[in-house]
């Protein structure tokens, strides 16, 4: 089973910038897409980033594009969200995603920014 732990979230004004990241533990052997998710305050959860085992496809969301990049590093374990020129819409509960089957997720973390 994987376990994903998200760290980096907090309050931060319009256009400043966030940095999240997500443990992932694991069995070795095991390949699959990982991303982040948010769900905004009376908002369905959307998908933000989706990023495959190779770093060779990248999906984002529209609204998110141009301003966050996703990145993965397969011998740490690790997915990283660098959220650029935030805006107050962006404020959401993120959680860290792994296509694995189940799917996992994490806790989820919160961002808020200001405007």
């Known amino acids: 089973q994987v376990q994903l732990v998200e760290s980096g979230g907090g309050s931060v004004q319009a256009g400043e910038s966030l940095r999240l990241s997500c443990a992932v533990s694991?069995?070795?052997?095991?390949?699959?897409?990982l991303g982040w998710y948010r769900r905004a305050p009376g908002k369905e959860r959307e998908v933000v980033a989706i990023?495959?085992?190779?770093?060779?496809?990248?999906i984002y969301a529209d609204s998110v594009k141009g301003r966050f990049t996703v990145s993965r590093d397969n011998t740490k374990k690790t997915v990283t969200l660098q959220m650029n020129r935030l805006k107050a819409e962006d404020t959401a509960i993120y959680y860290c995603?792994?296509?694995?089957?189940?799917?996992?997720w994490g806790p989820g973390i919160q961002v808020t920014v200001s405007s």
């Open positions: 694991d069995r070795p052997g095991r390949v699959y897409d």
């Open positions: 990023i495959s085992w190779t770093g060779d496809r990248i």
């Open positions: 995603y792994a296509d694995t089957q189940p799917d996992a």
